[in-house]
């Protein structure tokens, strides 16, 4: 046999064997190569399977975007992959590198920290009005009675406020306030003074412009650790994914020091089930740099010593249906921002907000709302719902 000829058959046998091994992975969790239902993947190259035994996440969500595979519901396709665990039968020198690299360095420092406003939350305004809500609230909407994405908006921002008890008056600090949607909230309904804390420039000048005259709402743009003043009450919603684990106790630290003795922080944020497991390796390239979601046992050590956590309120199911409408108005406003992002961000934002709603349909993970007091609440603390 010539050379060309074995290595024809060596890459054959090994082809062969990728589809074998993904074909019986994928079997586990109810999906089938190239079969005829919505959640079975379609490939359109063989190297699909093989990119995806060696890279994970990582190498499927980019063969994605190269256009190399297809399924018609990718959020199905995802939540049976993830109810499956099937992650778990998937390991390389790529993923233990970067497991490692998050475990041993401090991705979120303070001069990394700004990687993220400029990469991920400076996109366009535009952009962002168009995908979210009219108040542009970019984390989980609270579902328990709302009929569309406006409505579970508005009621998760409520909830905030009676779960931290705003009054009339008060001084509240919102740490990684985005657009400035919480903020703008709980001063025209509850009478507060409020400031918010962000990296991104995009979000600062926007936020400012969506000010009512004389509203007592202000931007700061600033890495929550040079945060200094003292407040009231402190809300964080959807900052904590950004802060790494280096830095949760630091974190906490900046919320005891600017939190007055009787007031209370709400942390609100997306959860994981194990603190060992690394960042998505795909969701870090190309969504959220350096990002990296705690785990419940991470935020009970880094809040030692300092707040007693008051109440703890898991909604992660919400999670899914506000993603599934993000994606809805991305769907249709696609055609105003095709010309300027391209089709290859098109495959990259849908495999994001899909691939996001099959893990929270699979309880993959989870959404916390933590009340944590200084020195506990007198009497004890009533739960709000």
Request: hydrophobic residues 40%; glycine residues 8%; neutral net charge.
């Amino acid at each position: 046999m010539n050379r060309i000829a074995r290595n024809f058959t060596s890459f054959f046998n090994a082809q062969t064997a990728a589809y074998d091994l993904a074909a019986d992975l994928l079997a586990k969790a109810g999906v089938r190569i190239n079969g005829n239902r919505p959640w079975d993947i379609q490939l359109k190259d063989p190297g699909v399977l093989d990119r995806a035994l060696a890279q994970g996440n990582l190498g499927l969500g980019e063969a994605y975007m190269d256009g190399q595979w297809e399924a018609g519901q990718l959020d199905e396709f995802f939540f049976r992959l993830l109810n499956a665990d099937l992650e778990h039968h998937i390991s390389s020198p790529t993923l233990m590198f970067h497991a490692a690299r998050a475990r041993l360095f401090n991705l979120q420092g303070h001069k990394r920290a700004w990687k993220v406003g400029e990469f991920h939350y400076d996109l366009g305004n535009d952009f962002y009005a168009a995908m979210l809500d009219s108040r542009m609230t970019y984390t989980c909407g609270y579902w328990k009675q709302a009929r569309n994405l406006d409505d579970a908006q508005e009621a998760k921002l409520d909830l905030v406020c009676r779960k931290l008890g705003l009054q009339p008056g008060m001084k509240v600090l919102d740490i990684g306030c985005g657009w400035g949607s919480f903020m703008t909230y709980a001063a025209e309904h509850y009478g507060v003074d409020c400031v918010g804390a962000t990296i991104s420039a995009d979000q600062v000048n926007y936020g400012r412009e969506l000010i009512k005259p004389g509203m007592p709402v202000s931007f700061v743009l600033k890495d929550y650790r040079d945060l200094d003043q003292s407040f009231d009450r402190i809300v964080s919603l959807g900052m904590m994914e950004h802060v790494g684990r280096k830095n949760y106790k630091e974190y906490m630290r900046v919320a005891h020091r600017c939190l007055k003795g009787n007031g209370l922080f709400l942390l609100h944020t997306i959860g994981k089930k194990e603190a060992s497991t690394a960042p998505d390796p795909w969701i870090d390239r190309y969504i959220f740099p350096n990002g990296d979601i705690p785990a419940l046992s991470q935020i009970a050590a880094a809040a030692e010593d300092r707040f007693v956590i008051e109440d703890l309120h898991n909604f992660g199911a919400d999670y899914d249906k506000t993603l599934m409408a993000w994606h809805d108005n991305f769907e249709a406003a696609w055609p105003q921002f095709s010309e300027q992002y391209g089709e290859r961000f098109y495959r990259m934002w849908r495999y994001y907000l899909l691939s996001c709603a099959g893990s929270f349909r699979a309880r993959h993970i989870q959404l916390w709302q933590i009340v944590l007091a200084k020195k506990g609440v007198k009497g004890g603390y009533q739960r709000v719902s």
